[in-house]
T-cell receptor, first 113, second 113 residues
Framework: EADIYQTPRYLVIGTGKKITLECSQT?????MYWYQQDPGMELHLIHY???????EKGDLSSESTVSRIRTEHFPLTLESARPSHTSQYLC????????????FGQGTRLTVV | GNSVTQMEGPVTLSEEAFLTINCTYT??????LFWYVQYPGEGLQLLLK?????DKGSNKGFEATYRKETTSFHLEKGSVQVSDSAVYFC????????????FGKGTLLTVNP
């Protein structure tokens, strides 16, 4: 079983609020990722990190930001939530090496009202 | 560039029917190939993988064979169960210095009793 955790699982919040989605893993993985999953199920990479103090934007433009101060922790922040941010957010990590698989958290279902 | 094309759904089958979900890919180098499954309200779980040509990945009755000549990795199961109802994603990791997984758009499978 994968040791990667996301909190909260569900969040309903008002427009304009600042929110942070938490992602932690206990596997010591260097590489971590945030995906946004649209209602049609497609996954879109929005941020990734290859190690401490390394963050990059993904393929889909996002108003969110991320930080990587510790190897095990990769939080995602929205400074001012909007209804367009309503989505499922999935965090993942990879052990490294070319042929290893990603491990996913259970996701955070965000609803902005 | 890197891409994954998988059969569009939704797919609806009766219990004990045969399942095939087609997946083809484009990648630089020699990618590892993966099938992930997402049950309702959950994150993605690795279902099976193959790391080199002609490898067969298998798990829980599902199988897929890495076909380099046709750049394909089709998922099959001989007899599906209601509990197999989920979204299935084909993916690859092209390795090298690029540790980003490339996903297909997902295929929703519904199995009726």
């Amino acid at each position: 079983e994968a040791d990667i955790y996301q909190t909260p699982r569900y969040l309903v919040i008002g427009t304009g609020k600042k929110i942070t989605l938490e992602c932690s893993q206990t596997m010591g993985h260097d590489k971590m990722y945030w995906y946004q999953q649209d209602p049609g199920m497609e996954l879109h990479l929005i941020h990734y990190s290859y190690g401490v103090n390394s963050t990059e934007k993904g393929d889909l433009s996002s108003e969110s930001t991320v930080s990587r101060i510790r190897t095990e922790h990769f939080p995602l922040t929205l400074e001012s939530a909007r209804p367009s941010h309503t989505s499922q957010y999935l965090c993942a990590s990879i052990a490294g090496g070319s042929y290893t698989e990603a491990f996913f958290g259970q996701g955070t279902r965000l609803t902005v009202v | 560039g890197n891409s994954v094309t998988q059969m569009e759904g939704p797919v609806t089958l009766s219990e004990e029917a045969f399942l095939t979900i087609n997946c083809t890919y484009t990648a630089t180098g020699y990618p590892s190939l993966f099938w992930y499954v997402q049950y309702p309200g959950e994150g993605l779980q690795l279902l099976l993988k193959a790391t080199k040509a002609d490898d067969k990945g298998s798990n829980k009755g599902f199988e897929a064979t890495y076909r380099k000549e046709t750049t394909s990795f089709h998922l099959e199961k001989g007899s599906v169960q209601v509990s197999d109802s989920a979204v299935y994603f084909c993916a690859h990791n092209s390795g090298g210095s690029n540790y980003k997984l490339t996903f297909g758009k997902g295929t929703l499978l519904t199995v009726n009793p």
